[in-house]
């Protein structure tokens, strides 16, 4: 299930097979949030810090605002497990996610130059981007 909706979602990086999937949800740190939707959010945390390993929306599901709250529902498990940052990374060509992650609060705090490679054989930067989570 979760390599359907990730195939339906990415080119760029390539999509993950349910072989890579069941090996990251064993090991220790990694966790899924689900939600309504065909939508999931993947995350691993360690040492006070988490980092978004995959977020996806079925492209049918898209304009809903499930990938805004996959990415809330993952800020949230992050801050669960203690988290006081989280980092990701995004193609530089994915304008809606940059555009969802600025909007909640990540800043771009570096870039990987040639990181992804596309379909086509194009070499695409990976954006890095951080967020301080914040404790109550």
């Known amino acids: ?10 080119e760029t ?6 072989t890579e999937f069941a090996g990251l949800l064993s090991m220790q740190g990694v966790f899924l949030v689900t939600g309504d939707g065909p939508s999931f959010a993947l995350g691993r945390y360690v040492a006070e810090e988490s980092e978004l390993l995959t977020i996806a929306v079925s492209p049918e599901a898209r304009g809903q605002g499930l990938g805004r709250r996959m990415l809330n529902a993952y800020d949230a498990a992050a801050r669960t497990q203690g988290a ?23 800043s771009e705090s570096g ?5 992804y490679t596309a ?17 109550s």
């Not at 990086?13 to 349910?18: A, G, N, V, Y």
């Not at 006081?84 to 909640?104: G, K, M, P, T, W």
């Not at 194009?122 to 890095?128: E, G, M, Q, R, V």
Request: glycine share 4%; net charge neutral.
């Open 1 to 10: 299930m979760l390599a359907d909706i990730h195939a339906a979602s990415f």
């Open 13 to 18: 990086p390539r999509p993950w097979s349910e």
């Open 84 to 106: 006081r940052a989280s980092f990701l990374e995004v193609a530089a060509d994915n304008v809606a996610a940059i555009s969802l992650y600025l909007s909640e609060g990540y």
């Open 111 to 115: 870039r990987r130059k040639a990181y």
């Open 119 to 135: 379909p086509d054989g194009a070499k695409i930067d990976a954006l890095i981007f951080e967020k301080r989570i914040i404790h």
